[in-house]
């Protein structure tokens, strides 16, 4: 068994959240990694509210525990738009809808050698299309009503002013998020692309547009890259010359929106 599912069978095992939330009960249950490491808050935005929310069902409470999940270990994989398509579809032939066991969603699918799947550390190279904070209150982040402490929703396409009903998503969650990362919400234009470090989530709450019925939110899969650890902007300005590996082509979101506004003043 792989070190993130021990981790997080552990997690489901142990005491959480009781379904309203109580003071200091979120415990992310390993050294955060990536850009988390170096920028996370020492003090929790959101530490009332704890790894499964103030949610009641079942089903709920696991997927909110993966939601919140910083231990997913291992190399990033490279994935693209495909993959989450590949995913997609065979969460559908399995007939996955809101499960009850999530391990279903685990080694899913075979990418450059390695089986993934719900987990898995991934890294994605697209055009940032949007980011804003969640409009809904969720019960992952026990129903929370002020725009700071709710998940950051990222629209990610394939080229510049893409339908979103062909788009993926990546979401920042506010537990542990680094405070310059809320800078990304206030981007109107990126023509650069980004990269985006985080592990592979089953999001069963919401499905993707199909057959010219368009979903809410707009997405071409429910596999997302959430929550995320780490994000990136490239140097230069196509796909093809912003390799995923090539670190050289990349510059941490933060160092970037901090360029921004050095150059805004």
């Given at each position: 068994?792989?070190?993130?599912?021990?981790?997080?069978?552990?997690?489901?095992?142990?005491?959480?959240?009781?379904?309203?939330?109580?003071?200091?009960?979120?415990?992310?249950?390993?050294?955060?990694?990536?850009?988390?490491?170096?920028?996370?808050?020492?003090?929790?935005?959101?530490?009332?509210?704890?790894?499964?929310?103030?949610?009641?069902?079942?089903?709920?409470?696991?997927?909110?525990?993966?939601?919140?999940?910083?231990?997913?270990?291992?190399?990033?994989?490279?994935?693209?738009?495909?993959?989450?398509?590949?995913?997609?579809?065979?969460?559908?032939?399995?007939?996955?809808?809101?499960?009850?066991?999530?391990?279903?969603?685990?080694?899913?699918?075979?990418?450059?050698?390695?089986?993934?799947?719900?987990?898995?550390?991934?890294?994605?190279v697209a055009f940032l299309h949007n980011a804003h904070f969640t409009k809904s209150k969720e019960t992952s982040t026990c129903h929370e009503g002020k725009q700071d402490l709710k998940?950051?929703?990222?629209?990610?396409?394939?080229?510049?002013?893409?339908?979103?009903?062909?788009?993926?998503?990546?979401?920042?969650?506010?537990?542990?998020?680094?405070?310059?990362?809320?800078?990304?919400?206030?981007?109107?234009?990126?023509?650069?692309?980004?990269?985006?470090?985080?592990?592979?989530?089953?999001?069963?709450?919401?499905?993707?547009?199909?057959?010219?019925?368009?979903?809410?939110?707009?997405?071409?899969?429910?596999?997302?890259?959430?929550?995320?650890?780490?994000?990136?902007?490239?140097?230069?300005?196509?796909?093809?010359?912003?390799?995923?590996?090539?670190?050289?082509?990349?510059?941490?979101?933060?160092?970037?929106?901090?360029?921004?506004?050095?150059?805004?003043?």
């Amino acid at each position: 068994m792989t070190t993130w599912r021990i981790i997080l069978f552990a997690a489901l095992l142990s005491p959480m959240a009781t379904p309203n939330g109580s003071p200091d009960n979120f415990k992310p249950g390993c050294t955060l990694r990536f850009q988390l490491k170096e920028l996370a808050p020492e003090s929790d935005l959101a530490l009332r509210c704890g790894n499964e929310g103030d949610a009641t069902r079942d089903t709920d409470m696991l997927q909110n525990q993966v939601k919140n999940n910083f231990c997913a270990s291992g190399d990033p994989v490279t994935v693209n738009f495909n993959t989450l398509l590949k995913l997609q579809a065979q969460a559908e032939k399995k007939e996955v809808g809101h499960p009850t066991d999530r391990s279903v969603l685990t080694d899913m699918i075979t990418e450059g050698g390695s089986k993934i799947g719900e987990g898995t550390v991934v890294r994605l190279v697209a055009f940032l299309h949007n980011a804003h904070f969640t409009k809904s209150k969720e019960t992952s982040t026990c129903h929370e009503g002020k725009q700071d402490l709710k998940d950051i929703h990222i629209d990610l396409v394939q080229k510049p002013g893409a339908d979103l009903c062909h788009s993926v998503t990546a979401e920042m969650i506010p537990h542990f998020r680094p405070e310059e990362w809320i800078g990304l919400t206030e981007v109107e234009e990126l023509e650069n692309p980004v990269r985006v470090t985080g592990q592979l989530f089953y999001d069963a709450s919401h499905v993707p547009c199909r057959n010219g019925v368009e979903a809410s939110p707009k997405r071409a899969s429910v596999w997302e890259v959430h929550p995320v650890y780490a994000m990136d902007v490239c140097l230069n300005k196509s796909l093809q010359s912003c390799p995923a590996n090539d670190n050289s082509k990349w510059k941490p979101l933060h160092k970037w929106l901090e360029e921004q506004t050095e150059d805004d003043q």
